[in-house]
């Protein structure tokens, strides 16, 4: 029996409101990517995620709000990885069919870490309480990203914070205690409530209903709040910027090599001897200027001289690991380095591959080998589920973990390659803390996008943490040296090979962070939770005895 038009109107018009609500969510999601590097539009934040948070807070069942949650990270994930494609596109004869997948795919991946919160807010009191928990269960799940398969914890809301330049350099500060974890709390707890204040203030002048904060108290309460808040962290960077500073031996003078090898050249192992004979001159170039340096400036007379070349630095991996003959001619060629640090593919013993990176002595022996330990999903590591090969030969095999090398003559330092410099509170090997962090990178693969910025964030947010500088080199760059404060001392920008004269100063004192690591951002997100369920039980047996 055919269902009267009424009907048939009625279930049309509710499936055309469901389009346009997630057509919604999905536009916001996307609108939030522009807080994040290398946009920075902090503003976005306050119009985006109090509309997320109004249609959680009337949602009535949780499919409801994990739809609305889960499609909200979803635009956001697919609009800030965009930059994923230009790593298929490199090799789009052999992977044409892959390019719709990368953003796409791990945004598919990553939506139910926002769809999750959204679902378990309605545990909580619609109202602020609700907007509480959100804000505690979101950087909470946001933190378990390091768990999805290899990790994969890239753009925490926190690093919008990482502004380039002395703005920046305030703003990023409290993360010396809470992490970029604890900045993510604060600005989704910020965004929510201040943004909803702003909009509940508009709604008032225009005789509008009010969501979340109904009078003019409790919008004044909140923007006091915010305020108090704000001021606070802005003393503590200050006094932290002012009163912190670096103590012990000076690390060495940083001499970065950015060769600027176009990735098709890499891939196809295309002039692999003219490669190498860039790197060569470079490091030759950069070790002179830094002898030059140590010459004119008694404070470096006593400076080590160290060079860096990038992740995966020329095509092949046997002629460093099998030829002595080419050790000994890139340290001739740094005559006058005490150690040069390499970054290269070497075979194990198991005849795996594995991403490394190697110390070279003078001499061109190799003092030490660190092995990436934390992979890229889909790109140096597949998940056994994955049933077509898209890694070639399975992938690589990981190392370890952090390490500090005790090279001669040279403070001690930690290795860190690409990928791994991402992961908050697990960059140094805390029994032995280095004085410095080297990162190596290839960023070549994601072209001259937002990834190489977003990517140099976390390098960024790293130094604040641990409160080291760290010298970056990059293939194609960006290659940049910070402070412990995360202040940036030189870089050389994308695209251009060159080489970077760097004296790395002191570390700082350790941070508090790096005593506890994530505890502290992880404990905050159980206390928001928490206080919005303890105070929602309380009015529940307010409610009973009346």
């Not at 090898?261 to 295309?270: F, S």
């Not at 990517?455 to 412990?484: F, K, M, Q, W």
Request: some cysteine; hydrophobic content about 45%; proline content about 8%.
């Amino acid at each position: 029996m055919k269902r009267p038009a009424f009907f048939r109107a009625s279930s049309s018009e509710k499936r055309r409101s469901a389009l346009r609500r997630a057509a919604l969510m999905l536009g916001i999601g996307a609108l939030t990517a522009l807080a994040l590097p290398p946009v920075h539009f902090l503003p976005i934040l306050l119009f985006t995620f109090p509309m997320l948070g109004r249609v959680i807070n009337r949602a009535t069942t949780w499919k409801e709000a994990a739809w609305a949650g889960g499609l909200f990270g979803f635009g956001l994930y697919t609009a800030s990885l965009y930059w994923l494609v230009n790593a298929v596109m490199i090799r789009a004869e052999e992977f044409w069919w892959f390019v719709p997948f990368p953003s796409l795919g791990c945004a598919l991946i990553l939506a139910p870490m926002t769809a999750a919160p959204a679902a378990l807010s309605l545990l909580a009191r619609p109202g602020p309480r609700r907007m509480i928990f959100f804000a505690g269960a979101w950087t909470l799940f946001d933190m378990g990203r390091v768990f999805l398969f290899s990790g994969f914890p890239w753009n925490p809301l926190g690093s919008s914070l990482a502004i380039p330049g002395h703005v920046g350099d305030v703003l990023i500060q409290p993360a010396a205690w809470i992490g970029v974890d604890g900045l993510t709390l604060l600005l989704v707890l910020g965004a929510l409530f201040c943004g909803e204040a702003l909009q509940d203030a508009w709604r008032a002048r225009q005789e509008k209903q009010c969501v979340l904060l109904p009078t003019p108290t409790s919008r004044w309460r909140v923007v006091a709040l915010a305020a108090l808040i704000v001021g606070g962290g802005l003393s503590a960077s200050l006094f932290r910027l002012h009163s912190v500073h670096p103590s012990g031996e000076n690390g060495p003078i940083a001499v970065i090599v950015q060769g600027n090898v176009p990735e098709t050249e890499k891939v196809g192992h295309q002039n692999p001897r003219d490669i190498f004979l860039r790197y060569l001159r470079l490091t030759a170039s950069g070790v002179l200027q830094a002898q030059k340096l140590k010459q004119t400036t008694p404070a470096l007379a006593s400076s080590p001289i160290v060079f860096l070349w990038p992740e995966t630095s020329f095509p092949g991996y046997d002629l460093l690991q099998d030829s002595p003959r080419a050790r000994q001619l890139i340290m001739a060629w740094g005559a006058g380095a005490e150690a040069g640090i390499i970054g290269a593919l070497r075979l194990d013993t198991d005849n795996r591959y594995r991403n490394s990176v190697l110390a070279l002595a003078p001499d061109g022996g190799i003092e030490a080998v660190y092995d990436k330990a934390r992979l890229v999903p889909f790109g140096e590591y597949q998940p056994p589920f994955i049933p077509l090969q898209i890694v070639p030969q399975g992938g690589m095999a990981a190392g370890p973990g952090p390490q500090t090398w005790h090279l001669p003559n040279v403070p001690g330092v930690g290795p860190l390659i690409c990928y791994e410099v991402i992961f908050s509170g697990a960059v140094v090997d805390e029994k032995d803390r280095p004085r410095w962090l080297a990162n190596v990178t290839n960023d070549g693969w994601f072209g001259n996008s937002a990834g190489p910025r977003q990517h140099l964030s976390s390098v960024r947010l790293r130094a604040v943490e641990e409160g080291l500088p760290v010298a970056r080199a990059a293939n194609t760059g960006i290659s940049i040296a910070y402070d412990g404060y995360g202040h940036e001392l030189k870089r050389i920008n994308w695209g251009k090979a060159d080489v970077l004269i760097v004296p790395l100063p002191p570390a700082l004192k350790k941070t508090f962070f790096a005593h506890i690591g994530r505890i502290l951002p992880l404990t905050l997100c159980f206390i928001c939770m928490f206080f919005a369920l303890i105070t929602y039980q309380k009015d529940m047996k307010r409610t009973f005895k009346r």
